[in-house]
């Protein structure tokens, strides 16, 4: 960050849009929220954001997995290594993937699993053109839109459910990343029930950021018109499969499809490791 702001201050990024991505959730959180206890870090945000003002600079800070910092090769540089990554010539857009959605990345995984709990409902995944037009139809969406771009897909969403409030499921799958930066709120909105899909067998480790699952069931003509009002419920099945996924996506994948067959009943999620968890909190 020393370094950035050291840039910025000597004028040759004035005017323009810098991306920083980073493994420091600390400085994420700070440059969004504007909060933290680490008064140093804090102090050095504020210096970064006062120098982007003076100097008209568009920043906006990304937080992506030290694992993914590791495997681009720029880790390594504060202690020297040099044989990883982008230090071999590799280009560093190929370890941020914002234009590739999860099919993109593990199609031949994920279209099994999501068969295996949808079921005959399966349908395959909305192409771009497909956000303006087939996914305000009626029927069941599958959205896996690049990270990128998950803020106009889930602006399309919003409006095909204002359109058809009873005739629309949707199925949301997007790589976490931009994920607080620019997505979270309108996906958390639009979604009643959603997890996050750790690396295993079915969202690959090579991946380094979660697989964010949402799920959006029609609004009903009696109370609870909408599934999310039962609020205590869908956040403990939501921190439920996101631990249970740690361990077993297909097992995740086992409880879906209960949850598809009738979303109304919410069933519980069973499991060793996610009961122990609950019983702890």
């Known amino acids: 960050m020393n370094h950035l702001i050291r840039e910025i201050r000597s004028g040759i990024h004035d005017g323009c849009a810098l991306w920083p991505f980073t493994d420091n959730a600390v400085w994420s959180a700070v440059w969004l929220k504007g909060l933290s206890t680490a ?33 681009s090769g720029i880790d390594g540089w504060s202690r020297g290594d040099f044989e990883t990554g982008i230090s071999l010539g590799y280009d560093l857009r190929n370890y941020l993937p914002l234009s590739k959605g999860c099919f993109d990345v593990a199609g031949a995984t994920l279209i099994p699993w999501l068969r295996s709990w949808m079921q005959g409902d399966y349908s395959g995944p909305l192409s771009p053109e497909g956000w303006f037009w087939d996914g305000h139809l009626p029927g069941i969406h599958i959205w896996a839109p690049p990270p990128a771009a998950a803020l106009i897909a889930l602006k399309q969403l919003s409006r095909s459910r204002q ?9 949301v ?11 979270q709120t309108r996906f958390e909105k639009e979604v009643d029930i959603w997890f996050m899909l750790h690396p ?22 009696s109370y609870p018109w909408l599934l999310r009002m039962e609020s205590e419920k869908v956040v403990e099945i939501g921190r439920s499969l996101s631990a249970l996924s740690k361990t077993s996506n297909i097992r995740v994948g086992h409880y879906l499809r209960q949850l598809w067959s009738n979303p109304r009943e ?12 609950l019983q702890g909190t």
């Open 200 to 221: 295993g067998t079915v969202w690959p480790h090579f991946a380094h950021e979660p697989l964010v699952v949402g799920l959006s069931f029609p609004m009903h003509r």
């Open 163 to 171: 359109k058809r409030r009873h005739e629309l499921t949707h199925v």
């Open 173 to 183: 799958l997007i790589p976490r990343i931009l994920y607080w930066e620019e997505w």
């Open 266 to 277: 919410l069933p519980e999620v069973h499991g060793g490791l996610v009961c122990k968890m």
């Open 39 to 71: 008064k140093h870090l804090f102090n050095l945000v504020l210096e970064l954001r006062i120098e982007c003002r003076v100097h008209e600079v568009h920043c906006t800070v990304c937080h992506i997995s030290g694992n993914r910092m590791i495997d």
